[in-house]
T-cell receptor
Framework: EPEVTQTPSHQVTQMGQEVILRCVPI?????FYWYRQILGQKVEFLVS????????KSEIFDDQFSVERPDGSNFTLKIRSTKLEDSAMYFC??????????????FGAGTRLSVL | AQKITQTQPGMFVQEKEAVTLDCTYD???????LFWYKQPSSGEMIFLIY??????QNATEGRYSLNFQKARKSANLVISASQLGDSAMYFC?????????????FGRGTQLTVWP
């Protein structure tokens, strides 16, 4: 069964360092998302991406964050200068349907980011 | 505004029994989607079931069914014949068609424990 793949599963970094979280969405999907979940809290939307452009971003997704689809398979989330409060589980999701359709978003296993 | 409310932080059920996890939602949209995801202790988010607001019948997927009561704005998940492997956190989410690509809003989750 096709799945969303995320690497690494766990990333430890020092405050102020840049991190790149990687995702390989399901191959025929065109809509991509990043969510995060701070430990013990609800899952929160960060950004949606389609046709090589950001479609929507939340208030969390500030200038420290960026997303990119560098090739036909990968989808990345970059945090330029990590802060302690960026420590969370980051989920990538993909869908083959956009707005107005049965948009089932399939999630990867997540990357746990620990900022020290 | 909170769009999804899950009032049960924890639920316990004996193996082979059925259990209902509650979810109420708030939206002004006429067209929306409701989802349930399972998050085991390993952390990944697993899609379980989807209900469209215009679907006339309650959604079912194997042992999972969704008790959709549109007038009450509730979308409870019913798990029949619980198994030990069902022990996990369960999240209800709503698909917001008001956003560009449909971000998901999640509830705080219900921790289900299945005991032998």
């Amino acid at each position: 069964e096709p799945e969303v793949t995320q690497t690494p599963s766990h990333q430890v970094t020092q405050m102020g360092q840049e991190v790149i979280l990687r995702c390989v969405p399901i191959s025929n999907h065109l809509y991509f998302y990043w969510y995060r979940q701070i430990l013990g809290q609800k899952v929160e939307f960060l950004v949606s991406f389609y046709n090589n452009e950001i479609s929507e971003k939340s208030e969390i997704f500030d200038d420290q964050f960026s997303v990119e689809r560098p090739d036909g398979s990968n989808f990345t989330l970059k945090i330029r200068s990590t802060k302690l409060e960026d420590s969370a589980m980051y989920f990538c999701a993909s869908s083959d349907q956009g707005k107005g359709a049965k948009n089932i978003q399939y999630f990867g296993a997540g990357t746990r980011l620990s900022v020290l | 505004a909170q769009k999804i409310t899950q009032t049960q932080p924890g639920m316990f059920v004996q193996e082979k029994e059925a259990v209902t996890l509650d979810c109420t939602y708030d939206t002004s949209d006429q067209s929306y989607g409701l989802f349930w995801y399972k998050q085991p202790s390993s952390g990944e988010m697993i899609f379980l079931i989807y209900q469209g607001s215009y679907d006339e019948q309650n959604a079912t997927e194997g042992r999972y069914s969704l008790n959709f009561q549109k007038a009450r704005k509730s979308a409870n998940l019913v798990i029949s014949a619980s198994q030990l492997g069902d022990s996990a956190m369960y999240f209800c989410a709503i698909f917001d068609r008001g956003s560009t690509l449909g971000r998901l809003y999640f509830g705080r989750g219900t921790q289900l424990t299945v005991w032998p």
